[in-house]
């Protein structure tokens, strides 16, 4: 994704129902990402080519070692409302876990107690709830926080940065 990119993925967010519902504009959205762009993580961006526009067709933003200093962390992942259902969200997802999985195993994320069709989606990728965070970002919405472990094949020589990172 290119700054040129930011006002289409902030349309997207600011017409999504679950991003309305905590408040966001397409201005915070746009304000949001462009930070995004410029911190340490990635935003991969899925288009359509056969239009001549290139349109976008979604999103997702992910962080190496965004959770707890350590592991991969997805903060969003969005698919324009008119799309959904049609594989683009796992496309998303599969991209993300990818580059995540170069720098460890584990991926993070949360979830709105409310959005149950989301939590179906990261069940059928593997996910599983390990955590709640209630009140966290809205009064009276409790994120939902979902882990996945990759079995990734582990070479020698990345064994100490990626498969035996020591905890504490
Ligand atoms: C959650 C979200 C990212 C999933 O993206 P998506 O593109 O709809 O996901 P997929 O198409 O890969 O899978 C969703 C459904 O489509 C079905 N599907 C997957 N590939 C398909 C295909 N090629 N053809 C038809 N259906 C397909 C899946 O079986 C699934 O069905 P189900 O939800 O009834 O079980 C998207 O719905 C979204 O942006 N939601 C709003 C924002 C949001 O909730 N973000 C996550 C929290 S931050």
Known sequence: ??????????DLMA??????RYGVTASSARARLADALDG???????VDDSVDDRSILGFVWCVRR?????????PLIGVQPS??????????LAKAEAWLSEDSPDVFL??????????RFYQRHGYAQVGAL????LDGVTELIY????SIAVTSDRADRVGRRPGG
């Open 66 to 74: 965004g959770a707890f200093a350590r592991s991969g962390y997805i």
């Open 15 to 20: 017409n999504t129902s679950l991003w309305r």
């Open 134 to 137: 209630p009140n966290y970002v």
């Open 83 to 92: 799309e959904t259902g049609r594989g683009v969200g796992a496309a998303l």
């Open 40 to 46: 340490p993580g990635r935003l991969f961006m899925a």
């Open 110 to 119: 949360t979830v709105s107690d409310f959005n149950t069709a989301a939590q």
């Open 1 to 10: 994704m290119t700054p040129d990119d930011l006002p289409a993925c902030a």
């Open 147 to 150: 882990w996945k472990r990759r």
